[in-house]
């Protein structure tokens, strides 16, 4: 099978090892850099077009579609979900389409559509200006939460206490959001729908993770993993654990808010990733993106609930159903965390065998290196990495993965 994988502009290594893992499952994959570095994957698998335009991407995608005959398209980054999307739809290959697309790529349009389909969400408002948002704060009541309606990763997504905090924590999103990386790296001549922030009521509940396959209106719930509470200023720290301590009746509810959701948002065959935060004993739905979660759930749904995201990632963008189950958790306890370090230019980075020789590692996955710039709250949260380990409890689990990350070491310059 020949697929074609699409990144208007490349992400330096970032999806190197999604990519990779493709390959493992005997995909012949093709890479498609609208703006790329030469060499990141192998000839003649490899093209870079020289431009981010949305037409010339499509272009070259088309030409070398005719020479190879995709099977279908795919993406592992979310600034390319759209650009994905017009790609396939342009070259008449399966896809959610650019209309889906947009309103999974758009936190404005995600929560409208959320709400035209019933599903429970927080309140929100478009927040253009200062103004704008303290109005929407002292509607909802504080605590409330100010993201970029075009972001990813928690990438300034702030939570503030009280209107001066609002005042301060708004013009660090705002100037953060014109210039993170993940608006910078989307196609251009693109319409990605309104742009600025977004303020939310605070659902001050428990936090999962879901990796799920929407297919035809039916929607199966794969993996959940639940997000442990840690710092829930900034949303920078992750640390996730599975199997999820929810119970069954809660999962049915989620899974309800979940088929809402995806049906607003018209994802009608899509490899899911969803977040769903708990408020008041009842799931609210946080967001939607039609791909694989990132950040290494992946290793945590082959391990915790015996389903591989990647590998159902790929038949759908084959037009293939994937053969997904209904959560069933194995008994095997996973946790991950996220690989943080000071800010500045990344010299160099050691992981030594002590973590990759031992037992007890799941996965530990680089996406930073030599050259690469790591900021932290408030001028952004640059993650180097993730590492995850298996153990005898959540607990016991966590605490290797966090055991392990101490290993790691960073050097770095101002």
């Known amino acids: 099978m020949k697929l074609l994988a699409v990144e208007a502009r490349q992400n330096g290594s970032y999806n190197l090892d999604r ?23 192998p000839d003649p698998r490899y093209r870079v077009v020289g431009s981010a335009r949305i037409g010339d991407i499509i272009d070259a995608a088309a030409r070398w579609h005719a020479e190879a005959g995709f099977a279908g ?44 389909a019933g599903a429970p969400h927080a309140q929100f408002r478009s927040a253009p200006t200062l103004a704008d948002g303290l ?36 013009a660090e999103a705002a100037t953060g959001a014109r210039t993170m990386k993940w608006t910078r790296l989307e196609a251009d001549d693109i319409d990605l729908g309104p742009d600025g922030l977004v303020v939310e009521s605070f659902l001050d509940g428990s936090e999962h993770l879901i990796e799920a396959v929407a297919w035809d209106g039916e929607v199966c719930l794969a993996s ?25 009746a809660q999962l049915a509810d989620v899974h309800a808010a979940l088929t809402a959701a995806i049906r607003g948002q018209g994802l009608e065959r899509s490899a899911v990733h969803a977040e769903v935060r708990f408020h008041q004993g009842r799931p609210y739905v946080l967001e939607v993106t039609p ?13 915790s609930a015996g389903y591989d995201p990647i590998a159902a990632h790929v038949r759908v963008a084959s037009g293939e159903r994937p053969p997904a189950r209904s959560y069933q958790p194995t008994g095997i306890f996973t946790a991950a965390r996220s690989l943080t370090c000071e800010p500045g230019t990344i010299t160099g980075v050691s992981v030594p065998a002590e973590v990759t020789d031992s037992p007890d590692l799941l996965f530990c996955r680089l996406a930073a290196g030599p050259g690469d710039v790591i900021s932290r709250p408030a001028d952004g949260s640059g993650i180097f990495g993730f590492i995850g380990a298996t153990g005898t409890s959540h607990e016991d689990a966590m605490a290797t993965a966090g055991r392990l990350a101490e290993l790691i070491t960073v050097t770095l310059v101002n």
């Open 224 to 248: 959940v993993v639940d997000r442990v509470a840690a710092d829930q200023s900034t949303f920078e720290c992750n640390l996730h654990w599975a199997p999820t301590t929810l119970s069954q």
């Open 19 to 41: 990519y990779r893992q493709v390959a493992r499952l005997g995909v012949e994959l093709h890479v498609l850099n609208g703006e790329g570095s030469p060499g990141f994957w």
């Open 135 to 170: 109005a929407a704060a002292d509607q909802f009541g504080y605590p409330v939460v100010i993201k970029p309606a075009l972001g990813a990763a928690s990438n300034f997504v702030f939570r503030a206490d009280s209107p001066a905090e609002f005042g301060c924590r708004y």
């Open 291 to 303: 791909r694989p979660g990132g950040g290494g759930l992946e290793h945590m749904a082959r391990a």
């Open 73 to 116: 398209t795919l993406t592992f980054a979310e600034s390319a979900i759209v650009a994905t999307a017009a790609v396939a739809e342009a070259l008449g290959l399966p896809g959610i389409g650019v209309t889906a697309a947009v309103a999974s790529r758009n936190k404005i349009l995600m929560h409208q559509a959320h709400g035209r």
